[in-house]
């Protein structure tokens, strides 16, 4: 028989890990140094003019400011300096501000580390800080239960903030806390397979014959445990980083999926907000066709039409009502509130448009480096080969105990020995126990391949959502809604000088409060690409 090798070698397991008859081997999609071509985005407003608004000047009004042109030069030098200094004012102010909010923050830092200490020092601490600069929480006594309780009745005091939302679901999310415990579970196997087995005791006293009779003794230990104890150990530490690094996935994604609902809060009771304004406006426009339809001033038609938009809007208005509550409701469970916590208040609008978005290189790669589904799919895939080579090693003996044994009898000598104990391979010579562990071990790399292509595909995705939104949102706030306020501002005056009726005012005020709420919606959006961009990038798949 030939002699088994403890250490196993993977020998042809398939073509991904081969070299080819050439002496080029096959490229990876899990590989962030392969190169791809670049994620590229184009606007598509790029061309696009924006509106200005004319004044039309007299010929005299012409002549004076050309007349002027001469003496503004003048005027422009002193005002130049007169903004230097402005301007330099400004910066000293801007530096005292900058410093007083970083001394806020910083006390707002001992705070946190003094009150959050369950994890802080720990590996998935570290990531889940790295990712999204929140600390995780695990309290392991009832004591630091209610510390952590109180830091929630202080978030809860005033109005949220999207950090404090996510702060408060790490705190108090139950089902986290329920993932969590998997760490906990992963460390106890960890500790439980560097232990050594514990030897086996028999004892045996056999009824008397003619009055004699004989006792037993051995003592059995397990000699393929004790030999395959460093290969478990190193199994069970691969899936220990695995599971830290699932633990990591599930804080984050947690703190993904509360800032994405609470952008849908916020921007849901904008909506309601503004429908509410567009109702007031319909009801108005209602009653006033009704009244001129009773003295005969407006036909059925025309009132018809005024009233069944009057009626849309009040069921838009419903509608969106019960959108806000059940957004509300999906925040409060992900903060993991009850009672008399369902009460917070948050802010009335969402954040404003960053000034410019960011420009990400080598998107790909960032993603195949940082993400921690892939680096959790690679510790899966370790731990698997070494638990093919166990297998591979214990394939014909995988039962082997050694014993030492002691007899004694009423009127016999004493006996002593060793024993030993072993399976023989006469039927089954683990051939099927091998090709399940290959099995499920191939099965894993195949699932890293296809989480590795996911990634590249999900980071451009989110990349040119990211971007998309932000174009969309800017474009309704420069240009689409101030054209309707533009619109709505001179019809007023033709109103003024009844050139328009009441209906065709109140349109266009419709028409501008619809753009601003469309502009909120475009604004959320943009706010969750940039969670799912960050996701995509750092974590996991944001689809999932």
Not at 41 to 68: C, L, M, T, V
Not at 219 to 225: A, E, K, R
Not at 471 to 478: E, G, L, P, S
Not at 488 to 512: C, I, K, P, W
């Amino acid at each position: 028989m030939k002699k088994i090798r403890s250490k196993y070698v993977l020998v042809g397991v398939l073509f991904i890990f081969s070299v080819e008859a050439s002496g080029h081997s096959l490229i990876q999609p899990d590989n962030p140094n392969v190169l791809v071509p670049a994620t590229v985005y184009h606007s598509p407003f790029i061309g696009y003019h924006s509106f200005q608004k004319i004044k039309i000047q007299s010929w005299r009004e012409a002549n004076e400011k050309a007349g002027q042109s001469m003496r503004g030069m003048d005027d422009m030098n002193k005002g130049m300096k007169d903004m230097k200094d402005m301007k330099d004012m400004k910066d000293m102010k801007d530096m005292k501000d900058r410093k007083d909010m970083k001394d806020m923050k910083d006390m707002k830092d001992m705070k946190d580390m003094k009150d959050m200490k369950d994890m802080k020092d720990t590996e998935v601490a570290s990531l889940v800080r790295n990712r999204s600069g929140q600390t995780p929480i695990m309290p392991q006594s009832e004591v630091s239960l209610a510390r952590h309780q109180k830091s929630v009745q202080t978030l809860l005091a005033g109005p949220l903030m999207v950090e404090d939302a996510v702060r408060l679901a790490l705190i108090n999310n139950p089902g986290l806390q329920a993932a969590l415990t998997e760490l906990g579970i992963a460390e106890a196997d960890l500790v439980q397979a560097g232990k050594l087995p514990n030897p086996g005791l028999t004892y045996a006293r056999l009824s008397p014959i003619n009055d004699e009779y004989n006792i037993e003794r051995r003592i059995l230990y397990d000699v393929v445990g004790l030999l395959t104890t460093p290969m478990r150990t190193k199994i069970e530490c691969r899936r220990f980083q695995q599971a830290k690094l699932q633990a990591a996935m599930d804080i984050l994604q947690v703190a993904a999926d509360t800032r994405k609902s609470y952008y849908n809060v916020v921007a849901a009771y904008q909506i309601v907000d503004y429908l509410e304004q567009i109702k007031e406006s319909a009801q108005a426009s209602a009653q006033l066709a009704r009244r001129m339809a009773q003295v005969g001033n407006f036909n059925k038609l025309q009132y018809a039409r005024e009233q069944a938009f009057y009626a849309e809007v009040m069921a838009q208005l419903a509608s969106a009502k019960l959108m806000a509550v059940k957004e509300r409701e999906q925040l409060t469970r992900m903060m993991g509130l009850w009672g008399e916590q369902i009460q917070f208040t948050l802010v009335k609008k969402l954040p404003e448009l960053p000034k410019v978005t960011r420009e990400i290189a080598e998107l790909e790669k960032q993603a195949l480096t940082n993400r921690l589904d892939i680096q959790a799919m690679k510790f899966e895939i370790e731990a698997k080969a070494k638990a093919l080579g166990l297998t591979k090693a214990t394939r014909f003996i995988n039962v082997l105990d050694l014993g030492y044994g002691h007899n004694t009898g009423q009127e016999r000598p004493r006996q002593r020995g060793y024993e030993i104990s072993l399976q023989v391979p006469l039927f089954d010579w683990g051939d099927a126990r091998v090709a399940k562990s290959e099995a499920v071990y191939m099965q894993s790399v195949w699932h890293l391949r296809d989480v590795a292509i996911n990634a590249r595909s999900e980071v451009r995705e989110t990349y040119q959502s990211y971007r998309s939104t932000f174009d969309v949102a800017k474009h309704y706030r420069d240009e689409i809604v101030p054209l309707r306020k533009f619109i709505l501002d001179q019809n007023m005056l033709r109103y003024n000088g009844m050139l328009v009726s009441t209906f065709e005012l109140l349109a266009d005020a419709r028409e501008h409060i619809a753009s601003t709420n469309t502009y909120i919606e475009t604004l959320r959006d943009f706010w969750i690409a940039e969670t799912d961009l960050q996701t995509a990038l750092m974590v996991k798949s944001p689809h999932d």
